[in-house]
C-alpha cells in the first residue's frame, strides 16, 4: 500500500465544537485531515471532508502546521468560558504514521499538559501512543486513552483494516500505558467478527472496555456505514452471521465473563469523559 499523499496547513482554528454522539464534551480535536489508516467501515468516508476531495480515503493526510501554539491559545480562550472536555479524535486517527515525524498530535499534548483541561479522551489504534507516555502521565487522571480494538482475529483486521497495526502491538501498548499509570481502556468499536478468546486477551491489559457498534455509533443510526456496502467483506470471510446490528451483544456477553458490570460500557457511555 502506497504512503498517503502529504499536504501541509496552516489551520485557523483547532478544537471544534462536539456534538451529536460527542456531545458530553465541549470540543473535538482533530491533528490531522485524513487518515493513513484507511478503514473500511470508517463513516468519516461518507461525509464531505473526505467526498470532495479527488483521492480515496486513506491516500492524503493534510498535516497541521503551528498546531500547537495555536491550542495553546485557544485553550485560554476556551477555559475562560466554562470547562474544556475534549475529544480526540472524531475524524482522524491522532497516530497514524506521519505522527512518527510530524509530532502534531506530541506538539498538542505539550500545550495541554502545561494547561490541561478538564478531561482529554485519545482514541487511537496505534502502539504510537506509547511514545507519549510522559506527557500522559502529566495529565493524572484528566486524560484516558482508548484503543480500538474491534477484533482479535488478524484475518479480520487484514480484511477490514489493513493498513492498521496488528492487534497484537495494540494489546502489548495498552499493556505499557496501564503498567505506566495512565488510565485506559479497549474499544471493542466497531463490533467486527472476534473469537470466544478476546475476553481474555483484554482482562490483563485494561480494566474497562466499551463495546459498540455501526448502529449505535456512527452517528446517524448506522445508515452512513450501511452506504459504504461492507456486506461483501464479511462475506469474503465467511462470516456474514456477524453482518447483524445484534452481533455486539455476543460479544458483551462474551466479556461479562472476564469483566464486572461496571468495567463494561455500551456506545457512547464509554466514551464520555
Known amino acids: ?14 478544537l471544534n465544537r462536539a456534538l451529536g454522539f460527542l456531545e458530553d ?12 489508516f484507511g478503514c473500511s467501515y470508517c463513516y468519516v468516508r461518507g461525509m464531505p471532508v473526505a467526498a470532495f476531495r479527488e483521492e480515496a480515503w486513506g491516500a492524503w493526510v493534510d498535516v497541521k502546521q503551528g498546531a ?35 509530532r502534531v498530535t506530541r506538539s498538542l499534548l505539550e500545550a495541554m499538559a502545561d494547561a490541561p483541561p478538564d478531561f482529554l479522551f485519545v482514541q487511537t489504534r496505534s502502539p504510537l501512543v506509547t511514545r507519549d507516555i510522559d506527557l500522559l502521565l502529566q495529565m493524572g487522571p484528566r486524560v484516558r486513552v482508548s484503543m480500538t480494538i474491534e477484533t482479535d482475529l ?26 505506566a499509570g495512565v488510565p485506559v481502556q479497549a474499544a471493542v468499536a466497531p463490533v467486527l467478527p472476534s473469537s470466544e478468546r ?30 459504504l456496502g461492507l456486506e461483501p467483506l464479511y462475506a469474503q470471510l465467511g462470516m456474514t452471521e456477524w453482518h447483524s446490528p445484534h452481533a455486539w451483544r455476543t460479544v458483551y456477553e462474551r466479556l461479562r465473563a472476564c ?15
Not at 502506497?2 to 483547532?14: A, F, I, M
Not at 458490570?261 to 457512547?268: C, P, Q, T
Open 154 to 179: 488478524e484475518e479480520v483486521r487484514r480484511v477490514f483494516s489493513p493498513a492498521a497495526p496488528p492487534i497484537a502491538a495494540r494489546l502489548k501498548a495498552l499493556a505499557r500505558l496501564k503498567e
Open 25 to 36: 464534551y465541549t470540543h473535538t480535536l482533530n491533528p490531522y485531515g485524513g487518515c493513513a
Open 68 to 102: 500547537g501554539e495555536l491550542l495553546r491559545r485557544e485553550l485560554v480562550r476556551a477555559a475562560a468560558k466554562g470547562p474544556v472536555r475534549i475529544f480526540m479524535s472524531s475524524s482522524t486517527d491522532p497516530y497514524q504514521p506521519a505522527e512518527h515525524r510530524e
Open 198 to 227: 478476546l475476553p481474555a486477551l483484554l482482562r490483563p491489559v485494561t480494566d474497562r472496555v466499551v463495546v459498540d457498534d455501526f448502529e449505535m455509533g456512527d452517528g446517524s443510526g448506522g445508515r452512513r456505514t450501511r452506504r
Open 1 to 14: 500500500m502506497s504512503p498517503p499523499n502529504l499536504q501541509y496547513k496552516k489551520p485557523k482554528s483547532l
Open 259 to 273: 469483566y464486572r458490570e461496571d468495567e463494561l460500557k455500551i456506545s457512547r457511555s464509554g466514551f464520555a469523559p
